[in-house]
């Protein structure tokens, strides 16, 4: 009785285990956001954020595609852009986008939906990527990802 008993707590181990990697898996679409400070223990600026729809091995659609500066104002301009990471490790990118608003209290750049990113190799994982535009120093930027269930 006992065996049976450790068989059944093993065979329900491996089926729970089963399970959440194939939860894992399903959950690969979905919301992506990355922010970059310009100074440090601050707010200010810029963040950008997308939800991702993997469509095959080497495409995906952004929807709700958003750049933004944040406040309080640094006075430096915010990019983003689509990044895919492929198989092989080297990086693909869609066009910088700005948020093209005089102050950090503006809109933004988007949302913009049906943003088709089709990569030229298969592709491991795709994000968004936002950068704090610093002229006479190194910009900051940041990156979130998501992987793709294609290829994962």
């Not at 943003?115 to 592709?123: E, M």
């Not at 704090?132 to 990802?145: E, G, L």
Request: proline share 3%.
């Amino acid at each position: 009785m006992r065996k049976i008993r450790e068989i059944l707590v093993v065979a329900a181990a491996v089926t729970a285990a089963g399970l959440a990697s194939t939860a894992v898996a399903s959950a690969d679409d979905g919301h992506v956001y990355a922010k970059a400070t310009s100074v440090a223990g601050t707010e200010s600026g810029g963040s950008a954020h997308a939800d991702l729809h993997f469509t095959g091995r080497q495409t995906l659609t952004y929807n709700n595609f958003v750049v933004n500066d944040t406040c309080p104002g640094d006075n430096y301009d915010v990019h983003g852009r689509a990044i895919a990471i492929y198989m092989d490790g080297t990086s693909g990118y869609g066009t910088w986008h700005r948020d093209d608003e005089p102050t950090c209290d503006g809109a933004g750049w988007g949302p913009v939906s049906g943003l088709g990113f089709n990569g030229s190799k298969n592709i491991k994982k795709a994000g968004v990527e936002v950068c704090v535009m610093r002229p006479n120093a190194t910009d900051i930027c940041k990156t979130d990802f998501r992987l793709n269930p294609y290829t994962s």
